[in-house]
């Protein structure tokens, strides 16, 4: 069977030296001996897995980004309200045209900011025609 060998975590390590050859070097001196520290085996099959999630992971920050970038700019929203409004537009532009939601089919994503704001709206008793 093959195996693909990834790091077992995406957090980097920290090391202090005077410079990158330094700090390779403080590394290899301080490192665990046991790889299984640093690196993990995995089946092709959940290689691929990874890779998709970390693609739509990257798709999904992406687009709050934007929502976010959109909410700052052009909607009444607090600050603090904002990146769970993103959130929630996420949410709705993903869900849009699933059986059992009740949403108009196949939402735009600018159609799915404004859903999750008129959702915030009535939640927080906010009224457009103020």
Known sequence: MKY???PACDIAME???EDMYDAMDEFAVTMDSDMNAYFRAV?????????DKK????RKKTQV???IDELEDNFDIPEEDIPEVAERAYECYCKSGSPGYGWAEGLTEYEALEMAVDEWEEE??????E
């Open 124 to 129: 927080n008793g906010e009224d457009e025609e």
């Open 55 to 58: 693609l739509w992971e990257a």
């Open 15 to 17: 090391v202090n030296a």
């Open 43 to 51: 089946t092709e099959e959940e290689y691929e897995e990874i890779k």
């Open 65 to 67: 980004d934007f929502y």
């Open 4 to 6: 693909y060998i990834i």
